[in-house]
Nanobody
Framework: QVQLVESGGGSVEAGGSLRLSCTSS?????TAWFRQAPGKDHEAGAS????????????TYADSVKGRFTISRDNATNTAYLQMNELKPDDSAMYYC??????????????????WGQGTQVTVSS
C-alpha cells in the first residue's frame, strides 16, 4: 500500500550531475536506491536509515558509486534524494527508490526493502 514516486532522471554528458528525488506516502525507516541497466540484474547503490530513536542517519554505498553519489532524506516530508556527481556512462540505468522498515543493519545490507517505485531513467553519454 506504500506508494513511492521517483523523479529527476534525464540525459547528461559524462562528468555531469543529476539529483533524484523520491516521495513516499508514509514514513519508512530505510530508503535505498537501486538501478537496473538493460540486460542486467537490479544493483543496489545506496541506502539511508533513520528511525525515531536514531541519533543520526546511517548511510551505505556500493563501491561502484562511493565517493560520487550522496544519499539523503527529509523525514518531515517523506522524501529521499540521491545526488549523483561525476556521472559515467556505466551509470546509465533505470533508478528505483526502495523503502521499508527493519533494522539499521538490514538497511545497510539492502534487506527489508519490499516497497518499490516505478523508476526514473538516467542516461549518461560519453
Amino acid at each position: 500500500q506504500v506508494q513511492l514516486v521517483e523523479s529527476g532522471g534525464g540525459s547528461v554528458e559524462a562528468g555531469g550531475s543529476l539529483r533524484l528525488s523520491c516521495t513516499s506516502s508514509q514514513y519508512l525507516y530505510c530508503t535505498a536506491w537501486f538501478r537496473q541497466a538493460p540486460g542486467k540484474d537490479h544493483e543496489a547503490g545506496a541506502s539511508i536509515y533513520m528511525s525515531p530513536l536514531s541519533p543520526a542517519p546511517s548511510t551505505t554505498y556500493a563501491d561502484s558509486v562511493k565517493g560520487r553519489f550522496t544519499i539523503s532524506r527529509d523525514n518531515a516530508t517523506n522524501t529521499a534524494y540521491l545526488q549523483m556527481n561525476e556521472l559515467k556512462p556505466d551509470d546509465s540505468a533505470m533508478y528505483y527508490c526502495v523503502a521499508g522498515f527493519g533494522s539499521d543493519w538490514s538497511c545497510s545490507t539492502f534487506q527489508s526493502l519490499n516497497n518499490w517505485g516505478q523508476g526514473t531513467q538516467v542516461t549518461v553519454s560519453s
